[in-house]
Every structure is written in C-alpha cells, then in structure tokens.
C-alpha cells in the first residue's frame, strides 16, 4: 500500500484580503484554491500555511511532515523570517520537493537554493501566453498537449538569472516578443524543485484546468525518494582485504 | 488501477550456452535471471529476447507492447541486424524506456542513441568495485546505502566516451586505480535511457541484491510517460485575435 | 605565437545554382559569404568545400586539417556519401569543432552525432525571429545585446528532437507563437558542436551583422583544446607501491 | 592587442604563520605560491588579498578591477564579512570568474553560490590521489594526460552536496576506496566558477606542475566574457510594425 503524499501549501495570502479584483478570483485565497486541486487528484493530504500565521504556519513538526512544499509569495518576501527560510532550505536538502510558483522567484527560499539573484524582466498588460513543451518525455507533462495557451497572463521574459535547470521542461512564447524559461527542475542535495512560472494573482491562471495539471504532476514528480543515505564527515579507509 | 509494466529483457545468451563457466552462474541465461528478480519485484509483466530468435525476438509487435527493453550483449553485436536496431531507437524516440547493461556499451541500439564511440577502458582480473552515489535523491537509488559493494568485477575505467548524461548517479571505484561513470541516465526522445556498468558473464554480479536493487528501480524510473506529444513538420501561425 | 584556426565551410551549393531568389542574395554560395565574414574576422584560414566536390571536397587530408568545420545543407542531405559522414564523425569525436546551421539540423552528420530524429516544426512565411540570449556569460554571445532581431526568417518550432544541450544559449521567439532552442552546444568525444538556427536560403540572414557575430564567435568556441588524451582498451592496474 | 587577465589570489593566510610544517611547505603563503605560477603562466596581472587585511583585502576597487578571483580558506570561513560575501558573489554574477579551492568548498562564498551544504567526507590521512579526466575536450584540460597522479592527499568523498555540476571535468580515486567530483565548473548569472579539490595544507600540492597546469587553464577558461548586457525590470511590448 502506497502511503499519502503529504503536501503543504503556503500562500503570502495578502493580496487576497487587501485587493478586491484579486478576492473575486480566489475568495479563499490562493492556497485554498490549489489545496482543492491537489486533493481532488487523489492520493495526498493537503495543508496549508500562511505568512501571517505563527511562524509563518510552517513550525518544525510542519515541515518534518512535508514530503512536498508549495510556495506562492509576492509583496511580502521580505517579512519571511530567516530562521523558517534556513528550515526549509535543510528540508529541501534533506529530501523535501518543492515547487515555487509564480513570483515566488524572488522569494528568499528561491534565491537561496539558487545562489542567484532570479531577477527577471516583467510587463503587466496581460499579454497571450503559450507555455511550449521542450521535455515531451518528462513526469511533469503527463497529459498535456504540445502546449499550453493563458490568454492572458503577465510577461516575464529572460534574462531570468538562475542557474542553467537540470531539466528544462516548459518554454514561454508571450504575444510582446518574449520568451521565458517558465518550466524548470533542479535537484538540490536530496530534494527536487520545481519553478513554474504562470499564476499573477490578478487573472484565474490557477483556474486553469491544464495549469492545475502542472501543479498536480509537477508535486507528484517531487515527492520524496526513500535513496541513498548522505553520510559526511571524518571517515576511516576501505579495509585491507577488500 | 495502475496497469503492470510491460519489460522486455534482452540477451545475446551465446556465452551461457558455449561457457562452462558461465553456465554455472547462469544457468538458465541471464535474461532468466533478471526475469525472475523483475517479475519477484512486482508491477511487471515480464518476457524475454534473444539474439538467435527470429529477428532478435524483437519484431515489431513485441517492441509496441514493451514499454521498458533491457539489453545485454558482448560478443555479438555485429551480428544484431541494423532493421532491429532502427526500430529500437525509434520505439525509444517514442517513449520506450532502455537500460544498457555492462558490455552492452558496445552494443548497436547504444552507439546509435549517444552518437560518439562509448569506448573505455578494461581490465579482467576481478577488481573490487564500490559504487559510489552521487545523486541520492534519485529514484534509482531508491533503498540503496551511499555505497554499493562488489567483491570481484572486471573493471571499466574512463575515459568513456559518452556524452554526458543528463543525470550522472553512480561513479565507479576499482582498486586497480580507476574510476568509472557506471550509471548514467539519458533523455532522447520521450525515452529514458539508464546505462549501468556491473554484470561481468563470469562472475556472478545479478545475484547481489544491490546490484538487482538497482535494476528494479531503473526499470520502473524508465516507464514511459503518457505526456506531451511531439508533433513536427509544416504548420500554421497562431490565428490573429489570440 | 599563435597560430590561425583552420576552418572548412561546408555548402551543399545547390539552391544557389538552381534557384535565382537564392543566386540574388548569396551569388557565390552561402559558403563564401561566411567565408569573407570569417576571412575578415582575422585568426582563421577559411576553405571552402561543397557537395558536388569529389568526396563532396572533404577528403581524409582536408578533415585532418581542419579545426572548426561549418556545415550548411538541406535538399540535398541524402547524397552525402555515409564514408565521408563518418570520416566526419571521427574528426569531431577527436576534437574537430563543428558549427551546424539552419537545415543542416537534418543533416546525416547531425542526426548520427545526436542520437535522435533532429525533426522539428516549420512554416516558411517569412515570421520576425528574436534570439534571445539565455545564458549571457557564454563566449558565444560576446558582444551581443539582449538578443538578436530578424524582421524575416523561417519558423523552426519546437519540438525539436535533440538531446538536451549541454548548454542553451539562444531561444529564439517567432511572431506567429513558436519557441525554438536556436543555439545550442554539444560537447561529442573532444569535439564541441554549435547548432544554429537561422539561415534560410531565400532570405538574407547571412548578412545579418549580429548573426554574423554569433558565427564567429561559435568558431572560436569551437577551436579544439589540445586536452587530455583519450585512452581505451585493456590496461594494466596501478602499480603496487604506489 | 589583448589586455592582461587581472587576477586576485585569496588566501586565508593564518595555517602558514600558525603552523611549522605549512609554513616549511609555503613559506610565504599558499597564495604567493600561486602568485608566481600564475604570473610566470603569462597574459596575468596577479595581485593576492587576504583575511586579516582591511576588508580582507577585497574592497570594492579591487573587486571591480579583479576578472578571476582564487579563493583558499579552511579554518576561519565564519570571520569572512558577510558584506564581502555579498560583494564577491555580486560580481560574480555580473562575470568575475572564481576558482575555489579545496577546503575552500565550505566558504561562505562557495556555499551562498551553490545554494546547498556543500559538505563531504574527509580524512586526513595521506591517500594517493589519482584525479581522472572525463571531459577530454574541455579548454581546463590543455596538457594534461588522462590522469594526474597525487603521491600523498587528503582525502574528500561522496557525497559532496553540490548541485550537479555544469560541466563535471575531473573525478578523483583515492587509494582508501572513495571517489571524488574533483574539478567541476558552474555558470551562475554571467560569472564562471571552477571548484579544485587538491591543495591540503601540510602537503606540497600546489608545487605539483599537472595542478598547477589545471590552475592556469583554469583561471584562463574562468576569465568573463564581455557577453550579451543582462536586462531586469519592467519593460514594454514589441513594437506593432515589428
């Protein structure tokens, strides 16, 4: 028997209570609307956790029992606390899979595991978005055509300053003249990481049914492997006979 | 309901039959061996191949309904026809996955897929060989220590030439003084490719468990995915009004 | 001192002969446009060879004398002598450099160097092409800006069936909605390969200044390293004592 | 007329004034050692910097003027400012190369760079090191054979958390059973970086001619590319017409 996948969502949740355009979209909060998603796609367990919480919502016990990290923040990064961003980062090191979405590539946790600064271009006039397959074999585009069309979404464009992904799996066509990386996974010590790009907290992206198609693969693909064990330290020599 | 994963296992069984020493080790060919380890693992419905079988035992029909092809061969790959070898790279385009077993460097189906001469270097006087992980979040170490022990391999020393894999998982140590790239993945195509170094015909390698570990863990990392579909040639510009 | 690179630009020099659009723009072969660009780049010694040439002019003399080889081909890749592709082949594993343009992405060079189908999508209607620069460090982007713009080029959509590239360096965007990874490193054996999109034979890419920079530029890139030896075959073990 | 690599060598400097038997091996300090290699190489200015110097010798004029930086620390990482920090890898993003050595791996910089531990097995007990090209073709190999023997090392081992490399150049084998990722480079924003696993204090490392071979190709291959200008923030749409 496969045990639950155990997934945390945590939302800045701002936006949501202070903006009424951004309310009538997602009433709950974008967190809840996700959370609806993954549970609806069967085999996880869904939480959520806020800025605002103690915390951040996101306490030890919380993350020990993380097997896979959402993380949606925009105007708040700098409020995060760098105790809880350490905490997550040694979760993700130790096996945790986490999946940034959106503005979060200037979240601290994002910056942190990347090493740069994931400064990006952006225009906000909700261009037409086509999110290419360029990885048609990977986990990540189970059931998907050969893209994916946003009518409207906010532009970002390269240079997008991360490093160069491990696997490069989606590529954003938008309708002003740019492209984006908006598809990436790396692998940091044990845990897997997913950036993908759409969801301006303006417009219904995560309405989006092949959108929410992402999200549900991209969360399965980060689960935790029960590998190989990290050992460091001081170590004595192979023995003689061997 | 998850369907079981159609494997097919392929061996060149020449050395089995012609090697007394051999024989002894696998007695049934070492496709039977593994056969049993992947059928006793559980989600697989498992067959067998071999070279003097009408084309191979790998007509057009039994590689349509293989989703993950295992390959062993040494001594015979120039007898392996090139219609057979076309088609197995085609059904990997496609998605099937391939692991390539120890000699099976050499082989046709491999030099084709990488495009370079995947040479090494060798030496059969039964070195100790440790594998060592170095991506311990990969599925493929699933259950594994950070290290996997062989008391007695031929050994495989760099520089092979190969590219580099798009996931290098496990490096080689001999205690002759070499080391050795012995399990690297590969994207081509909607394929996953694992090459993986051990399984020397004299010595009895399939039998470890670590080493059948291994095996079990890349054919199912190898399934393919029902995901994005390629499509080429001629086609239009996206319609005005998008 | 240094001494010049050694470059060789390959032309299948058909279109120019049969075609007048073509003859207009490139009156003495694609080959020699780039041959002047090059030329005048200063540090190279530029030949020129083509299909309708006994040996299509790459006999075993020229290739060993050749550090960077430049290949333009598309209606003609079948004529290409499968000799004369692995003589190439070899070269390139041995460190030769290898700069693919436009629809040599069919050639049987590229298509055996990959591994894969190299097919693509296509539309020739003349759409704007911008190749944005994605990895800003690399040598091949020096003096370049942001990226590159192309008011009319032929389309190349994804997918584009390619192992992933060791390096991405230039994605291009086309007005009518495709993306496509347009300059692309491979690292084969010693040899380093540039696959470079544009350069269709109607249009006058070639006297682009910018696309003419990033020819260049990949030329130099692509100068062998008198780098480690590659050794293969049987070898003894370290000496004990040491 | 090509201008001079300006190059800083950074060094702890306090084992070679604490300790007789570092101080008997470099006499005037690791990074004068490498100083002299350096500038006898050719085309180098080399300046050297270290820990107890105002600003660690690294204010921001002589970053700004610096195209490589080498860095060698072990036991004070902790008393680096963490405003140097910032600055190191700021321009290192813009394109200074950085070329950490040996211990150097647990360097504020080099961790803040990678964005994982960094950590590793160790001991100190005078292995040979044998460190084993496996990318023949890359510029940081000029001259070498396909090995570079080390009579007498510390040993580091698997696991080394790092993310995959970029580009992995160099794998050691040392005589106790582990193996090593042991020159590996990494692109991060424009900068190019170089991690060199050899160089233990109490060990005449740095006088062996094939490390300080890869040092030089090392510090030549990291030099920056006045490269494609990155471009952040918000900007406009193509232009209608375009």
């Known amino acids: 028997m496969t045990s639950n996948l155990r997934v945390t969502i945590w939302n800045e949740f701002r936006h949501e209570r202070e903006m009424k355009e951004v309310a009538e979209i997602y009433p709950d909060g974008i967190h809840n609307t996700l959370a609806k998603v993954l549970g609806e796609a069967g085999g996880m367990e869904v939480r959520t956790a806020t800025l ?12 020990d029992s993380t ?3 959402l993380w949606w923040g925009h105007a ?5 606390k760098d105790e809880v961003v350490a905490r997550v980062q040694q979760r ?7 999946i940034v979405l959106h503005s979060g590539h200037f979240s601290k946790i994002f910056r942190r595991l990347m090493g740069t600064s994931c400064d990006l271009k952006w225009r906000e006039t909700n261009d037409h978005e086509r999110l290419w397959v360029v990885a048609p074999g990977h986990p990540i585009t189970e059931g998907l055509g050969e893209y994916i069309d946003i009518a409207h979404e906010e532009m970002y464009g390269e240079h997008f300053d991360i490093p160069a992904p491990d696997t490069l799996v989606l590529v954003s066509w938008f309708s002003g003249g740019e492209i984006f990386r908006s598809g990436c996974c790396f692998n940091r010590g ?7 790009r759409p969801g301006h907290e303006t417009l219904p992206t995560y309405h989006h049914t092949q959108v929410q198609r992402v999200i549900i693969n991209a969360t399965r693909w980060a689960a935790p492997t029960p590998g190989a064990a990290r050992v ?3 170590v ?7």
């Open 52 to 63: 605002d919480e103690p915390e951040h919502g996101l306490p030890a016990d919380v993350l």
């Open 67 to 69: 097997d896979v990290l």
């Open 76 to 80: 708040a990064h700098d409020e995060v």
């Open 92 to 98: 993700v090191l130790d096996g945790m899979g986490l």
């Open 190 to 196: 044990r845990g897997k990481i997913f950036y993908f």
């Open 232 to 234: 460091f330290g001081n």
């Open 236 to 242: 004595k020599a192979l023995e003689p006979g061997h």
